[in-house]
T-cell receptor, first 112, second 116 residues
Framework: GENVEQHPSTLSVQEGDSAVIKCTYS??????FPWYKQELGKRPQLIID?????GEKKDQRIAVTLNKTAKHFSLHITETQPEDSAVYFC???????????FGAGTILRVKS | EAGVVQSPRYKIIEKKQPVAFWCNPI?????LYWYLQNLGQGPELLIR????????DSQLPKDRFSAERLKGVDSTLKIQPAELGDSAVYLC??????????????FGPGTRLTVL
């Protein structure tokens, strides 16, 4: 089945700096790549997603890039703020149905 | 619009006891998912329903776990008997149509289960 690896597991940045989280996947037929943010004790919430026919997508301070050849995609957060502190999960939708396989998560800490 | 609703939010039981979780998806969402989230890990799919049909239950430990979605709306997930290793957060999610589309999955707040 699909295997998703996420790095780093923890990331500390200074407020205003950029943060980058990377995920790799194994199934070249995967076609949908969402990113979820989960604050402590709360539900995961979608922050951005990208489909396999697009290389990059941006929404204000958040962007996602996809390299299908290398089978990896990354989340980029610019001008980080303390409220960006949370756990971020990447996910991959495989070729069969709508099953999402999640990465292990990245704890992002933004220091003010 | 109300989001995905789950109850209870917290449950503490002793091992070997049964436990049940309830989920009410977003109105109009045909697809419902149950995920297991262990501490420090990403959610792992247990079962996916398209309306009332379970279309992917390959990760559900069927010796002790069961689920149902009788009328294609609400769903319950049951564990009987519970084991210490079942302590985790059980997340329910729903989406408009899970049949291969790019539909956002909306998550509920989860039920945190502690087995003593």
């Amino acid at each position: 089945g699909e295997n998703v690896e996420q790095h780093p597991s923890t990331l500390s940045v200074q407020e205003g700096d950029s943060a980058v989280i990377k995920c790799t996947y194994s199934d070249s037929a995967s076609n949908y790549f969402p990113w979820y943010k989960q604050e402590l004790g709360k539900r995961p919430q979608l922050i951005i997603d990208i489909r396999s026919n697009v290389g990059e997508k941006k929404d204000q301070r958040i962007a996602v890039t996809l390299n299908k050849t290398a089978k990896h995609f990354s989340l980029h957060i610019t001008e980080t703020q303390p409220e960006d502190s949370a756990v971020y999960f990447c996910a991959v939708q495989g070729r069969y149905g709508n099953k999402l396989v999640f990465g292990a998560g990245t704890i992002l800490r933004v220091k003010s | 619009e109300a989001g995905v609703v789950q109850s209870p939010r917290y449950k503490i039981i002793e091992k070997k006891q049964p436990v049940a979780f309830w989920c009410n998806p977003i109105s109009g969402h045909n697809t419902l998912y149950w995920y297991l989230q262990n501490l420090g890990q990403g959610p792992e799919l247990l079962i996916r329903y398209e309306n009332e049909e379970a279309v992917d239950d390959s990760q559900l430990p069927k010796d002790r776990f069961s689920a149902e979605r009788l009328k294609g709306v609400d769903s319950t997930l049951k564990i009987q008997p519970a084991e210490l290793g079942d302590s985790a957060v059980y997340l329910c999610a729903s989406s408009l149509d899970g049949r291969g589309g790019y539909n956002e999955q909306f998550f509920g707040p989860g039920t945190r289960l502690t087995v003593l």
